[in-house]
């Protein structure tokens, strides 16, 4: 494998949360986008003449969908041109009632720009080719007893961002680097919530393979539909190795549409493209071409005030503000409600606040919680906002532990508690009357573990030094975690 290099390019398809569908009013989901618990969310209720496709009907333009579309480009440092257009893409398939799609793939929105990525350690700019704006179809199912399909058009017509990137990334942890990079960012900017599993954003790789230093790109093979990042990184995986091992037994890398059978953990082949298919696209003849520009309806100048701070920023920020390592900045930063929860607890430490003499290790003391001590804990809640654990308190719990009231590891017993019951540190803390114990208690615990081990201590004072931790063990078992381990330590060293 090692004289052949992979080629990937990307094609994102991200729905924008705009409150109406691109081109009438009909609203893009429930209230509140709650689809689990919405009982009135039946087929076909969110629709209209215009996103049915009745003749006669004129499609109006979602400003809102535009200019987070431009939003998106000012974050990725595209290229914001003059005017763009809509196009009408031509095509027949039940769950598209007009038989043409409306999209902007010809003169786009969005020119250029890109995203680095980090894959174990280094650093890559992944380069896109453009972004345009376009509306979704329908949905179709099945039925498994009946001879019929159902159409549901309750997503026709609502906005879709497809993001494409040049053919530049080279396996499929890349890709899915990537892909995270992005949902960050689409998340970020609140313009998408760009869930995968629930189908917010999906993903075609167009995968093909090349002897190393070959400069001419191999035939491609096109993956639809792939919808998480573990499939995007083992569909692309599993393809560049079929096509290697079809090229070494003398075969021919046919162009073609594949789909990812993750329960097999293969791609299948579905269409041979023999031919390109033609949609015989042309400008959408009921929308003028948008201008962008300064004093146009479509000012960048101002849609740039909606930039905020973005993840890569961010990360820099809290290293040089709040002395986070690079790895604990970098989860922390990922997640847009992770970094506000982070700050929000900040704001309730005035230990923390800026220019205070100790900020950063305060800082370092409330990422190393958070990361090592919460997130496991919480996984099945999608936002932390949602644990049982307030910004607040939490800001409590750090207080005691800078205060030296509790030690590192009551802290972390104490915040376990917070995360089962809601509690503050402080009423844990009365409540069960834990307390680090005094000087006096813990010396009296020292000397117990010192007289019951002789066979030990006359070990350690003989040379065997490593020994130093079993006794530090046994204070902390004796003291059932709530001696203080430089006291401890201290305290130690002077009787041994
Ligand atoms: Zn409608
Ligand atoms: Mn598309």
């Known amino acids: 494998m090692q004289n052949y290099e992979t080629v990937v390019g990307l094609e994102i398809h991200a729905h924008l949360k705009t409150e109406s569908k691109m081109f009438c009013r009909c609203a893009t989901a429930p209230k509140g986008r709650d689809y689990e618990s919405s009982k009135k969310d039946e087929p076909n209720i969110r629709i209209c003449p215009i996103c049915t496709g009745q003749p006669g009907t004129l499609p109006i333009a979602n400003r809102k969908a535009i200019e987070d579309t431009i939003l998106l480009g000012l974050a990725l440092g595209s290229r914001i041109p003059d005017s763009f257009n809509f196009e009408r893409k031509n095509y027949y398939y039940p769950d598209l009632p007009k038989a043409y799609q409306i999209t902007s793939a010809t003169r786009p929105p969005v020119i250029g720009g890109g995203l680095e990525i980090d894959v174990r350690g280094s650093q890559k700019f992944i380069e896109l080719d453009h972004i345009h704006l376009e509306e979704d179809a329908g949905k179709l199912t099945h039925p498994k007893a009946g001879d019929y399909s159902l159409v549901d058009l309750n997503r026709a017509g609502t906005p879709l961002l497809e993001i494409i990137t040049k053919p530049v990334l080279s396996s499929g942890i890349e890709a899915a680097s990537f892909m995270r990079n992005l949902q960050s960012i689409l998340r970020y900017l609140n313009i998408s919530d760009a869930d995968m599993e629930k189908g917010q954003m999906r993903c075609d790789a167009n995968i093909s393979v090349r002897k190393s230093g070959s400069k001419q790109l191999g035939a491609k093979v096109e993956v639809k539909n792939i919808n998480s990042f573990k499939m995007v990184a083992a569909a ?12 070494e037994n003398g075969e021919k ?3 073609q549409t594949r789909g990812w059978d993750s329960n097999k953990g293969k791609t299948i082949a579905q269409r041979t493209k023999e031919y ?3 949609y015989r696209y042309f400008p959408e003849p009921d929308l003028p071409p948008f201008e962008i520009g300064k004093g146009k309806a479509l000012d960048p100048e101002i849609i740039n005030d909606r930039l905020p701070e973005l993840p890569k920023e961010k990360r820099v920020r809290f290293k040089s503000e709040y002395g986070l ?8 930063s ?3 409600d992770l970094a506000k929860y982070f700050e929000d607890i900040i704001l309730h430490l005035p230990e923390a606040a800026e220019g205070s003499a100790n900020a950063r290790q305060v800082g370092k003391m409330v990422a190393n919680l958070m990361i090592n001590e919460m997130l496991g804990k919480i996984t099945g809640i999608e936002n932390i906002y949602n644990s049982k654990v307030t910004p607040e308190n939490f800001a409590g719990l750090v207080s ?3 205060q030296e009231k509790i030690t590192g590891k009551l802290a972390k017993i104490i915040l376990a508690k917070m995360i089962k019951t809601g509690k503050s540190a402080y009423n844990i803390v009365k409540e069960e009357e834990i307390e680090k114990i005094d000087v006096k208690s813990l010396e009296q615990i020292i000397n117990g573990v010192i007289s019951g081990n002789p066979h030990e201590v006359e070990r350690y004072r003989n040379g065997e030094t490593k020994l130093f931790g079993f006794f530090v063990g046994q204070v902390m078992k004796e003291s059932k975690g709530q001696a203080d381990p430089s006291a401890t330590s201290k305290i130690l060293r002077e009787k041994l």
């Open 253 to 255: 890398i046919e162009q």
């Open 276 to 278: 390109a298919n033609d």
């Open 334 to 336: 990922a997640n847009f």
């Open 400 to 402: 005691l532990l800078v």
């Open 236 to 247: 692309i995986d599993y393809e560049s190795k079929r096509q290697v091992e079809a090229i």
């Open 325 to 332: 390592a690079e790895s604990d900045a970098h989860i922390i």
